[in-house]
């Protein structure tokens, strides 16, 4: 209860003061929060998959080579990690390393594209904060599929592919990012309307993503030892409820986006790059509801990052005097995916320092 009265301390003055402008664009304040998320993700102790990772770094960086981290799987994360053997000498110093190349890269895209930073800051805590502490390739690729559609929207489509070629290096689910440009030709709102109503029916009737993955699996001869084998292989292969919450929360927000979606594009012409690769995300992750963990590394790194930016273009679009009601519905609707991740699942967060 005490954690709840101290968060909710703090997502009120964040209203409070992210709605102020002058505030909202000080150089100042950006970096006081720039160096607060950078420190808090790149501390953190003992959270999920941390053992996972400190194996994955001492196996970089004791007795390996870099010939052994380039045919690595995940030939980018495996690279980071030897190289940050040079300079680090343990395990966290590589985590702080690793914050400080996602938060870096997310923070900039939420200075430059969301119309009130603080707020999509408070959007990161509530949406993505919780990968980034844990299946922390999950949030990177995030956050560097995120700068890439930055990118792309900017007309720099040789950074764009290395950008986001790195973000699947580091995980392969990142290399669906490649498919980013051909979501800005599918944005007619008749053809949304019908994809949402098309991909609802489906996940209603059991979902595609098994049945695809069997099919690829197939083409690929029964490889036991393929990435899409151990996916399916997996104890988190597992479907998610069509009455449950994550559905009912992403149809939610895909509704809302599509009946706003003028507004939407009003706010800033970079929603009408990053829009597109939210909504078609979304479809992914209703179509795939019976491949779990598939349609959540879909979300993370598509869904999640994007939101953000449009819930504040949105509140950017209204009137004046019902801003703070707009944030106050934004900040409930966080909650419903942020309690079951953080509190209901009692999950800890340690600080290294004080371990």
Not at 302 to 320: D, G, K, M, N, V
Request: hydrophobic letters at 55%.
């Amino acid at each position: 209860m005490g954690f709840l009265l101290l968060f909710g301390l703090l997502v009120a003055t964040a209203g409070i003061v992210g709605l102020d402008k002058n505030f909202d664009r000080s150089p100042l304040v950006f970096w006081l929060v720039y160096f607060f998320v950078v420190l808090l993700v790149g501390l953190r102790y003992g959270t999920t998959d941390y053992e996972n990772y400190v194996e994955y770094y001492e196996r970089f960086t004791t007795n390996s080579s870099l010939e052994a981290a380039l045919v690595f799987r995940d030939p980018g994360f495996a690279l980071l990690n030897y190289a940050s053997g040079y300079f680090t000498t343990g395990a966290q110093g590589f985590f702080l390393f690793f914050a400080f190349l996602g938060i870096s890269l997310k923070l900039f895209v939420y200075r430059k594209v969301a119309p009130y930073f603080i707020l999509a800051v408070v959007g990161y805590i509530l949406f993505s904060f919780t990968k980034d502490i844990g299946q922390i390739r999950n949030g990177f690729i995030g956050s560097a599929t995120l700068f890439a559609l930055y990118l792309l929207h900017n007309k720099n489509h040789l950074y764009w592919f290395i950008c986001q070629t790195a973000a699947g290096s580091v995980q392969g689910v990142g290399y669906f990012g490649y498919l980013a440009p051909l979501f800005r030709y599918f944005t007619d709102t008749r053809v949304l309307w019908a994809a949402l109503i098309v991909a609802v029916i489906l996940s209603a009737l059991g979902g595609v993503a098994l049945d695809l993955s069997r099919l690829l699996f197939a083409i690929h001869e029964n490889d036991l030892t393929s990435r899409l084998w151990r996916y399916v292989a997996s104890p988190y292969a597992v479907p998610y409820r069509f009455f449950g919450g994550s559905m009912a929360l992403v149809v939610v927000a895909l509704v809302v986006a599509l009946v706003f979606i003028n507004q939407i594009y009003k706010a800033s012409t970079y929603n009408r790059t990053f829009f597109p690769v939210f909504f078609w995300a979304g479809i992914v992750f209703i179509l795939f509801r019976d491949f779990g963990i598939v349609a959540f590394r879909v979300a993370d790194f598509l869904f999640f990052p994007i939101l953000p930016i449009l819930a504040t273009s949105l509140i950017a679009q209204s009137s004046r005097a019902s801003r703070p009601l707009m944030y106050v519905i934004f900040v409930l609707y966080g909650m419903a995916w942020y309690y079951p991740s953080i509190i209901a699942n009692n999950a800890q967060y340690s600080v290294y320092l004080f371990r």
